[in-house]
Nanobody, 125 residues
Framework: QLQLVESGGGLVQPGGSLRLSCAASGDSITAIAIGWFRQAPGREREGVACIDSSWRGGGTNYADSVKGRFTISKDNAKNTVYLQMNSLKFEDTADYYC????????????????WGQGTQVTVSS
């Protein structure tokens, strides 16, 4: 059974960068899509970025709010998906989660399962 563990969150100033990691165990990420989501206090969970399974070509998609600033990537050898976050803004403050879906990405969090415990990102001066 696949388990996902996020790490890499922290406190960063506006304009700074962080790289989040989503480490998988119990199964390979080769055949699955991995999505990054975030949830700020009092707000619904929203999709940030997603990467299709390698078998589908590993295509990526992003929320409009992070396009050009965030990059999702994967290292199949390490069974890990990354989220590189640059030019961070106050509004990026949230708990960030990764989750899996069979085969290809979806924009709906309801289509994902095996959620990690989350990692907190705080953008503050």
């Amino acid at each position: 059974q696949l388990q996902l563990v996020e790490s890499g969150g922290g406190l960063v100033q506006p304009g700074g960068s962080l790289r989040l990691s989503c480490a998988a165990s119990g199964d390979s990420i080769t055949a699955i899509a991995i999505g990054w989501f975030r949830q700020a206090p009092g707000r619904e969970r929203e999709g940030v970025a997603c990467i299709d399974s390698s078998w589908r070509g590993g295509g990526t998609n992003y929320a409009d709010s992070v396009k050009g600033r965030f990059t999702i990537s994967k290292d199949n050898a390490k069974n890990t998906v990354y989220l590189q976050m640059n030019s961070l803004k106050f509004e990026d403050t949230a708990d960030y989660y990764c989750a899996r879906r069979d085969w290809r990405c979806s924009t709906s969090a309801r289509d994902f399962d095996s959620w990690g415990q989350g990692t907190q990102v705080t953008v503050s001066s």
